[in-house]
């Protein structure tokens, strides 16, 4: 796909001059079959690297930059789970000044 001429052939790399199929592609069996998931950035982030986002926050802030181009669901991953890591943080720390308090 190119943005200035639209759908742009392969092999002449000009616009494409078919409707439904073109009649010069050749189909290369010995590509495998993409399986849905397969994708890396289709894979989720491993347990152990959400619980160590959970428990340290910064290191999901990290794996989240490291991980946004190249696989955005394990960077949604750190990421989320270092947010949830942060407000159940908060909410322990504030639990804890009460009852320090009373």
């Given at each position: ?9 392969g092999?002449t790399?000009e ?10 592609f ?40 490291v ?33 320090a308090?009373?």
């Amino acid at each position: 796909m190119d943005f200035q001429k639209g759908l742009v052939c392969g092999l002449t790399n000009e616009k494409a001059d078919f409707e439904d199929s073109c009649p010069d592609f050749n189909e290369d069996t010995n590509i495998e079959e993409v399986v849905p998931g397969s994708y890396a950035g289709e894979e989720d982030l491993s347990e152990g690297l959400k619980v160590l986002s959970f428990c340290f926050p910064i290191i999901g802030g990290i794996l989240y930059f490291v991980n946004m181009n190249s696989a955005p669901k394990k960077a949604k991953s750190a990421c989320t789970m270092a947010l949830w890591g942060v407000g159940i943080g908060i909410v322990l720390r504030v639990i804890m000044t009460i009852l320090a308090n009373m």
